[in-house]
């Protein structure tokens, strides 16, 4: 079958696409792949600065990583099968819990050759988006090779998650960082050093707790002079951080704090 899914250049222009409104708008982002087998994640991080929106992702390829890994409930695969909308929500919402992002995207599918049934054919697929604001499902059912329906499967996930996007930021105008308010972003104490012309910090005083700082992703100054970056704790935990210049301060935009298992 000659393939006319989307190319990989059309992928990663989706992408980059995406990685803007998301590092714009400093939403972040988790995915949930079955039939993908982790494509959508690796077209988000084809692009440079990813680290900043892209928080991670889970293949789950068997039932057994939806169930124990996601939380898909086994009365949900019972009832409806690992390729269906109910089982595309709750990989989706799982994800988002999980890594604790903004947003999640999960794809459930059967990309073929083989697989498929009367009821569920070869290139049934079914998204699903999954945000405080928002709970959306798609179904599409492609005509491509096992390939093609992969790229077609990923570029209906980064279009789901574009539409979100949008459509959140014209529901909602957020406050551009020069315009903060000081009630919002409490300020911090911070220790850090300025090398290379960017912040190193080292570690924030957070819950009355110094937290130490193990990883960082990307730092951008706006025009008005304003640091953002999001940082990683050593206890698991992340935070988003700005720096103004002019006040000479800290302040903490959002905390997630680290997700405890009993």
């Known amino acids: 079958m000659t393939n006319h899914a989307p190319t990989l250049t059309q992928l990663r222009e989706l992408s980059a696409e995406l990685g803007r409104h998301l590092d714009e708008h400093h939403l972040t982002i988790a995915l949930a792949e079955s039939c993908t087998g982790g494509m959508i994640a690796s077209i988000l991080t084809d692009i440079a600065g990813s680290s900043h929106y892209v928080m991670g992702g889970v293949v789950s390829y068997s039932n057994f990583a939806k169930m124990h890994v996601l939380g898909v409930r086994p009365e949900t695969l019972d009832a409806h099968g690992a390729v269906s909308a109910e089982t595309a929500q709750e990989m989706a919402r799982g994800a988002r819990a999980l890594l604790q992002t903004d947003l999640a995207v999960s794809v459930t599918g059967i990309a073929g050759p083989g697989g498929g049934t009367p009821e569920k054919p070869v290139g049934l697929v079914y998204l699903h988006l999954a945000a405080s604001d928002a709970d959306w499902g798609e ?40 315009e903060a308010g000081q009630e919002d972003e409490p300020t911090i104490l911070v220790e850090a050093s300025w090398r290379a012309g960017a912040w190193r910090p080292q570690a924030a005083w957070l819950e009355g707790q110094r937290k130490q700082i193990i990883g960082m992703g990307r730092q951008e100054r706006t025009p008005e002079g ?4 999001t940082v990683e704790f050593a206890d698991g935990g992340r935070a988003e951080l700005l720096t103004d210049e002019q006040a000479g301060v800290w302040r903490l935009r959002r905390y997630w704090p680290a997700r405890r298992y009993v």
């Open 226 to 229: 304003v640091w953002l970056m």
């Open 139 to 178: 179904m599409h059912v492609w005509p491509y090779d096992r390939i093609g329906n992969k790229r077609a499967s990923v570029a209906a996930g980064l279009q789901l998650a574009l539409r979100y996007v949008k459509e959140r930021t014209i529901r909602v105008d957020p406050k551009p960082p020069a």
